[in-house]
C-alpha cells in the first residue's frame, strides 16, 4: 500500500477518527471520504490538506483543514449564543 496513488472510500458508512497512519502514505495524490460518519479532526499533512473540500464533505462531526470548520468554535459560539438569550 505504501506506494496507493487514489483512496476512494465514499459512502460507506465508515465511523470514527481518519487513522494518522495514512499520512505515511506519500504517493497518495487523490481521497475521498465523503458522506460517511467520520469525526474528529482530519490528520494534517500533505495528503489531506490538498484536496478539495468535497472530499470530505456529509461528515458532519468532521473538522479541519480543507473543511476549515473546527468542531470547537461552533461549540463556543452555540454556547455564547444560548447565554445571550434572554
Known sequence: LTRLESLGLSRNQLSGKIPQEL????????????????????????????QNKSSFGGNISLCGLPLQESIFRDKAQSNLQSKNKC
Do not use: R
Open 23 to 50: 499520512a505515511t502514505l506519500s504517493f497518495l495524490e487523490d481521497i475521498n471520504m465523503s458522506h460517511n460518519k467520520l469525526t474528529g479532526m482530519i490528520p494534517q499533512c500533505t495528503q489531506f490538506g490538498g
